[in-house]
């Protein structure tokens, strides 16, 4: 996927369209950077982005999936160069490199981090799309990471993503410190991959 893909938004926009959309984007970004979840409020996003605040409803359906749409935004900004995040000889060096590399920005932007995490495991309805579609992205990005063809796939990419999730709600919500979420996902990493590989196959 590249960086400029419609999450949600299933018809075609016009140039306009889409730069007013990211905008609105950017400026929720903006402010969760500033204040966190509380400080993105609709009205406060047309401000900042200068449109109607009618606008925002016309893209988005509620914060919270606004918020969502910001998180995949913020995960293609920080897995966009995979190759260059996944280094290593080895699946588990490569998976590695890369959760921590997605932890180590998270714990740079804690009210951001924070924001989103709570936007994207809301039980609001409208987030339900945007969020399917951002974990598969990023299901995506830590298969890529993998490499090499992995016994269960499907299912490692699965548990992956629930480390993942876990190790940013231990750093957004649980305040964790950040060397110890890093230490928690190569662990897990390793745990993971090395089941699969020693899982004997199906009959």
């Known amino acids: 996927m590249s960086g400029d893909v419609r999450f ?5 926009l016009s140039k306009d369209q889409q730069a007013r959309r990211e905008r609105l984007i950017d400026s ?4 969760a950077l500033e204040g966190g979840y509380p400080a993105v409020t609709m009205h406060d996003v047309a401000d900042r982005a200068g449109v109607a605040r009618a606008t925002v409803y016309r ?7 606004l918020l969502t749409e910001v998180a995949a935004t913020w995960a293609h900004r920080v897995t966009d160069d995979i190759d260059a995040l996944a280094v290593g000889d080895t699946p588990l060096e ?14 740079e932007e804690p009210t951001l981090t924070s924001a989103i995490i709570q936007a994207v495991t809301s039980d609001d309805s409208s987030v339900d ?6 974990f598969l992205f990023l299901r995506d990005r830590l298969s890529t990471a993998i490499g090499d ?6 299912d490692v990419e699965i548990v992956l993503g629930h480390i993942l999730l876990s190790a940013l709600i231990s750093l957004a919500s649980l ?29």
Not at 59 to 65: E, G, I, Q, R, V
């Open 149 to 154: 063809p992995v016994p269960e796939r499907d």
């Open 94 to 107: 490569r998976l590695t490199a890369l959760l921590e590399r997605i932890v180590h920005v998270a714990a």
């Open 59 to 65: 893209y988005f359906a509620t914060k919270d999936h």
């Open 28 to 31: 929720a970004r903006d402010l």
């Open 8 to 12: 949600t938004v299933t018809r075609t």
């Open 129 to 134: 799309d945007a969020r399917t579609v951002l």
């Open 175 to 203: 305040r964790q410190p950040v060397e110890e979420v890093a230490t928690m996902v190569r662990t897990a990493g390793r745990l993971v991959l090395a089941g699969a590989f020693a899982a004997p196959a199906p009959s």
